[in-house]
């Protein structure tokens, strides 16, 4: 009696641990989608002109494609420019006039200090959110073209 009961217990203890060994790996399988790709998945519409394998095949290859097209997710929170942006686009605006290496020193802070009060900004010499939003204009400056000339 003991046997049997040691013989159904351990076949008890086995199905429920391949049973949940395999739930896992199917959870484990799945990927995060962006929501591009899930917006996607059910907006598929039919125009009159295609026809009902067309449609199927659209249909079947849309998930496949828009799973294949996955972008990370950009950063939560405001965005958040780079040292050289900064300079850069100080730059292009007339306000800095050193270097562009990327570090926030003195000659950048007084520069950014400056363009805050050229733009009625709180002129705190930090680069923020409202000071990005007025600076970035300047991150790439329009490109002029000057008139070729021929040669004669």
């Known amino acids: 009696m003991k046997r049997i009961f040691v013989i159904i217990s351990v076949m008890i203890f086995s199905i429920y641990m391949f049973g949940c060994g395999k739930k896992q790996a199917a ?41 294949a097209k996955l972008e990370p997710l950009p950063p939560a929170g405001p965005y958040k420019p780079t040292g050289i942006e900064i300079q850069t686009a100080l730059k292009n605006a007339g306000f800095y006039t050193g270097v562009i290496d990327g570090k926030i020193g003195q000659m950048t802070k007084k520069a950014i200090e400056a363009f805050q009060k050229a733009n009625n900004l709180l002129a705190d010499g930090k680069v923020g959110p409202k000071t990005w939003a007025a600076l970035s204009k300047y991150l790439n400056p329009p490109t002029t073209t000057a008139p070729i000339k021929k040669k004669r």
């Open 27 to 67: 959870e484990e399988e799945q990927q995060p989608m962006s929501m591009e790709a899930l917006s996607t998945l059910n907006t598929t519409t039919q125009t009159p002109a295609t026809t009902a394998t067309e449609s199927k095949t659209q249909t079947a290859q849309t998930p496949l494609a828009a799973a």
